[in-house]
């Protein structure tokens, strides 16, 4: 098939974006373009959201937006407008909610059809170009739809009108009368207790996807409560899903969901923010039990991270798609995971007999492949790796001592991994986005904290510096969102100020560096000037001055899915630097977001676990650790190890120099405050005396 000629989308950044920037579609990228187009010519909008490595939206663009025909419909009856979700998450999550609300189902790509005033009247997810899956074709939707604007205008905008309404009232919060107590934690423990699968881990039944907000409010409940049960359900999770083919097993870093109950078939396309968030997750599960399974899959994801998801400049990259091609010769030609699939042959090509079979044991290799669960026959003949055998067993059945197979086993492993280097990659999305670069800070931050790695020190610090450079609007005091291809665009939204906000505070307690202590007190402080709901509490998704390029509703995002909600992070980044500063603006306000989502945990506690946590270190007694003394000192090292062998979420730490209160070395000596409630002890200076302080 020719390429059409460019449409508008060729002077995008966006991979997403720019994937259809040959579609014989007239695409416009959202803004006043497009929306002054379908104002002036009376047409409907067509709105398509999607991200660059949803496999759907291939296959929707395959179908349908490369069709010289059904272009031609879209281009004569509709303004037609696409859509990154990851660049536009106000934008996504608007239209999101009417297309939950309509069909009872959400997804990618979005589809959604406008009025030129940008108010929904019908909405799905994919649709084939054709009737089929029982789904009506693309073509024919758009054809009705036509139809039903030039027959019948006023009813369809009279429908818009009533959909914003109903948005606008679910989206509403009224000012809680208090924040509620401890009951909440524990009913929100028992709503995840009959959600657990104690046998595979997990919440919910397959298709089953990491939601690592339930770990960091499990792991706090137990911290809180010593609840052995809550603790293990995050072990058994993380263990199940550190086995199944939901990781992989040679390159590290974890694939985005698992289409079965038992982690092995995995949804391929692997995204930043499940890295950065299940790396805490591991961190802290190590912190808490000291067992090196959970440090190593730690290790494994900041491994994948520095080897092929980190641009030179320090930002780390998006995502990687699921699809890519099997064959070199037919690039054109991609399905789902054959990047990381493998037939018996090449391993045993490969590798020397014995080694060969001992990986194909412990991976679970089989002769005619092992993936029983392909109705569709994608993986025909093919393994997806995944621990079939504990290294133990499989040294055993080999005959060798375990650290024998262990390192057999990992020689191999890098083998293969050169090997599979040399296949067509899938598509990296290498836009650079201030939250999830925030979350991966936050992550390498507690790594070289926890595992005593400065490498993963020296990363989070490039990235952090990254984002500065490249993301902080020094003139405007604003931060944005993208980068890619040396362009800087769209303003920040609530998330991006709280998750790099966060990430500075994890990067100052490990560094001790007062510019990045700084930073967040300035980002902090924007976030309340440009996002908070000053009458009723909590915070908007986007900033009150968008204008006509922002979504048509404020929302207020209070679910913690697949990352935390922008809400559930502030307030947890308010209340730690209330307890560093001090300050009544920022504890007040991480109270009325408490109070505003008061509700909320208390009816939906399953819905907003990250929400749970803050409120779980708002009712701590607060603890802080200063420090003062020379930083390089073996005693103030010895001390910070001390600290840091330890799970301590309701404590913050800081150095003299940042406290409200200056607190001298003794002596010029390593010393360290211990203060609770409000009331400091007597000053150590050695790790002995602070350990008996922390018990």
């Given at each position: 098939m020719s390429q059409s000629p460019a449409n508008r989308l060729?002077?995008?950044?966006?991979?997403?974006?720019?994937?259809?920037?040959?579609?014989p579609v007239d695409w416009y990228p959202w803004g006043d373009e497009a929306f002054e187009k379908a104002k002036r010519e009376n047409r409907p909008i067509f709105l398509s959201v999607g991200y660059s490595t949803c496999h759907w939206c291939h296959v929707?663009?395959?179908?349908?937006?490369?069709?010289?025909?059904?272009?031609?419909?879209?281009?004569?009856?509709?303004?037609s407008i696409k859509v990154d979700r990851e660049e536009r998450p106000d934008v996504d999550r608007m239209y999101m909610l009417f297309v939950q609300a309509s069909t009872g189902s959400d997804g990618w790509p979005m589809s959604v059809w406008l009025t030129p005033e940008r108010k929904p009247f019908f909405g799905g997810t994919y649709f084939p170009p054709d009737n089929r899956y029982g789904r009506?074709?693309?073509?024919?939707?758009l054809e009705r739809l036509s139809e039903a604007w030039r027959d019948d205008r006023a009813r369809v905008e009279e429908s818009g009108d009533k959909v914003i309404e109903q948005l606008r009232e679910y989206s509403s919060l009224g000012t809680g009368e208090a924040v509620p107590g401890r009951e909440v934690l524990d009913r929100a423990f028992q709503g995840f207790r009959r959600m657990f699968d104690s046998r595979l881990g997990g919440f919910g039944r397959a298709p089953k996807f990491p939601r690592p907000s339930i770990h960091n409010f499990l792991v706090r409940y137990y911290a809180e409560t010593r609840n052995e049960e809550a603790l293990e359900m995050l072990l058994v999770t993380l263990r199940?899903?550190?086995?199944?083919?939901?990781k992989d097993q040679i390159g590290g870093g974890f694939h985005r969901y698992s289409v079965d109950e038992r982690w092995f078939v995995p949804h391929f396309e692997k995204m930043l923010y499940d890295q950065a968030q299940l790396a805490v997750s591991y961190l802290e599960a190590f912190q808490i039990t000291?067992?090196?399974?959970?440090?190593?899959?730690?290790?494994?994801?900041?491994?994948?991270?520095?080897?092929?998801?980190?641009?030179?400049?320090?930002?780390?990259?998006?995502?990687?798609?699921?699809?890519?091609?099997?064959?070199?010769?037919?690039?054109?030609?991609?399905?789902?995971?054959?990047?990381?699939?493998?037939?018996?042959?090449?391993i045993e090509?490969?590798?020397?007999?014995?080694?060969?079979?001992?990986?194909?044991?412990?991976?679970?290799?089989?002769?005619?492949?092992?993936?029983?669960?392909?109705?569709?026959?994608?993986?025909?003949?093919?393994?997806?790796?995944?621990?079939?055998h504990a290294m133990e067993e499989t040294a055993a059945h080999a005959g060798v001592a375990v650290e024998s197979a262990r390192a057999e086993l990992q020689s191999a492993s890098a083998k293969l991994l050169e090997i599979r280097a040399s296949r067509p990659r899938p598509l990296r999305d290498d836009k650079v986005l201030a939250a999830w670069n925030g979350l991966m800070i936050s992550a390498f931050a507690k790594g070289a904290q926890i595992l005593n790695d400065q490498s993963y020190a020296q990363a989070a610090r490039a990235a952090a510096d990254f984002v500065r450079r490249n993301l902080w609007d020094e003139r405007r005091d604003i931060l944005q969102r993208r980068y890619r291809a040396g362009e800087s665009?769209?303003?920040?939204?609530?998330?991006?100020?709280?998750?790099?906000?966060?990430?500075?505070?994890?990067?100052?307690?490990c560094t001790f560096e007062a510019r990045d202590f700084e930073w967040t007190v300035r980002l902090a402080e924007r976030a309340i000037e440009l996002f908070a709901d000053t009458e009723n509490g909590g915070f908007f998704s986007t900033a009150a001055d968008s204008g006509d390029q922002g979504a048509l509703l404020r929302l207020k995002d209070d679910y913690d899915g697949a990352e935390p909600s922008g809400n559930s992070a502030t307030a947890m980044l308010l209340l730690r630097l209330a307890r560093m500063t001090d300050r009544t603006d920022f504890r007040a306000a991480a109270e009325n977001t408490l109070r505003a989502f008061a509700s909320r945990m208390t009816e939906a506690g399953t819905g907003v676990p990250q929400m749970l946590a803050a409120h779980s270190f708002?009712?701590?007694?607060?603890?802080?650790?200063?420090?003062?003394?020379?930083?390089?000192?073996?005693?103030?090292?010895?001390?910070?190890?001390?600290?840091?062998r330890r799970f301590l979420p309701g404590t913050v730490i800081l150095r003299s120099e940042q406290s409200t209160a200056p607190m001298p070395a003794l002596q010029g000596a390593a010393t360290a405050y211990v203060c609770e409630n409000f009331a400091c002890k007597l000053p150590v200076t050695s790790a002995i005396a602070l350990d008996e302080l922390l018990e």
């Amino acid at each position: 098939m020719s390429q059409s000629p460019a449409n508008r989308l060729a002077h995008e950044k966006s991979p997403y974006l720019l994937q259809h920037a040959h579609n014989p579609v007239d695409w416009y990228p959202w803004g006043d373009e497009a929306f002054e187009k379908a104002k002036r010519e009376n047409r409907p909008i067509f709105l398509s959201v999607g991200y660059s490595t949803c496999h759907w939206c291939h296959v929707m663009e395959r179908e349908s937006f490369e069709s010289e025909e059904i272009a031609r419909v879209l281009n004569e009856h509709f303004v037609s407008i696409k859509v990154d979700r990851e660049e536009r998450p106000d934008v996504d999550r608007m239209y999101m909610l009417f297309v939950q609300a309509s069909t009872g189902s959400d997804g990618w790509p979005m589809s959604v059809w406008l009025t030129p005033e940008r108010k929904p009247f019908f909405g799905g997810t994919y649709f084939p170009p054709d009737n089929r899956y029982g789904r009506p074709g693309f073509r024919a939707v758009l054809e009705r739809l036509s139809e039903a604007w030039r027959d019948d205008r006023a009813r369809v905008e009279e429908s818009g009108d009533k959909v914003i309404e109903q948005l606008r009232e679910y989206s509403s919060l009224g000012t809680g009368e208090a924040v509620p107590g401890r009951e909440v934690l524990d009913r929100a423990f028992q709503g995840f207790r009959r959600m657990f699968d104690s046998r595979l881990g997990g919440f919910g039944r397959a298709p089953k996807f990491p939601r690592p907000s339930i770990h960091n409010f499990l792991v706090r409940y137990y911290a809180e409560t010593r609840n052995e049960e809550a603790l293990e359900m995050l072990l058994v999770t993380l263990r199940e899903m550190a086995k199944g083919g939901m990781k992989d097993q040679i390159g590290g870093g974890f694939h985005r969901y698992s289409v079965d109950e038992r982690w092995f078939v995995p949804h391929f396309e692997k995204m930043l923010y499940d890295q950065a968030q299940l790396a805490v997750s591991y961190l802290e599960a190590f912190q808490i039990t000291r067992d090196g399974q959970y440090a190593a899959a730690a290790r494994d994801i900041f491994t994948y991270l520095l080897r092929d998801m980190t641009d030179p400049g320090g930002g780390f990259y998006s995502a990687e798609d699921a699809d890519s091609a099997s064959d070199p010769a037919h690039p054109q030609e991609k399905s789902e995971g054959a990047f990381y699939v493998w037939r018996k042959q090449e391993i045993e090509e490969a590798l020397e007999p014995p080694v060969a079979a001992m990986f194909c044991y412990r991976y679970g290799v089989g002769d005619s492949g092992n993936v029983e669960e392909d109705p569709q026959g994608e993986f025909r003949g093919t393994n997806i790796l995944y621990q079939a055998h504990a290294m133990e067993e499989t040294a055993a059945h080999a005959g060798v001592a375990v650290e024998s197979a262990r390192a057999e086993l990992q020689s191999a492993s890098a083998k293969l991994l050169e090997i599979r280097a040399s296949r067509p990659r899938p598509l990296r999305d290498d836009k650079v986005l201030a939250a999830w670069n925030g979350l991966m800070i936050s992550a390498f931050a507690k790594g070289a904290q926890i595992l005593n790695d400065q490498s993963y020190a020296q990363a989070a610090r490039a990235a952090a510096d990254f984002v500065r450079r490249n993301l902080w609007d020094e003139r405007r005091d604003i931060l944005q969102r993208r980068y890619r291809a040396g362009e800087s665009a769209i303003d920040g939204f609530l998330d991006d100020y709280a998750f790099c906000g966060l990430a500075l505070l994890d990067l100052y307690e490990c560094t001790f560096e007062a510019r990045d202590f700084e930073w967040t007190v300035r980002l902090a402080e924007r976030a309340i000037e440009l996002f908070a709901d000053t009458e009723n509490g909590g915070f908007f998704s986007t900033a009150a001055d968008s204008g006509d390029q922002g979504a048509l509703l404020r929302l207020k995002d209070d679910y913690d899915g697949a990352e935390p909600s922008g809400n559930s992070a502030t307030a947890m980044l308010l209340l730690r630097l209330a307890r560093m500063t001090d300050r009544t603006d920022f504890r007040a306000a991480a109270e009325n977001t408490l109070r505003a989502f008061a509700s909320r945990m208390t009816e939906a506690g399953t819905g907003v676990p990250q929400m749970l946590a803050a409120h779980s270190f708002a009712l701590a007694r607060p603890r802080e650790i200063v420090l003062a003394g020379p930083r390089d000192d073996p005693a103030m090292q010895e001390m910070l190890a001390s600290i840091r062998r330890r799970f301590l979420p309701g404590t913050v730490i800081l150095r003299s120099e940042q406290s409200t209160a200056p607190m001298p070395a003794l002596q010029g000596a390593a010393t360290a405050y211990v203060c609770e409630n409000f009331a400091c002890k007597l000053p150590v200076t050695s790790a002995i005396a602070l350990d008996e302080l922390l018990e």
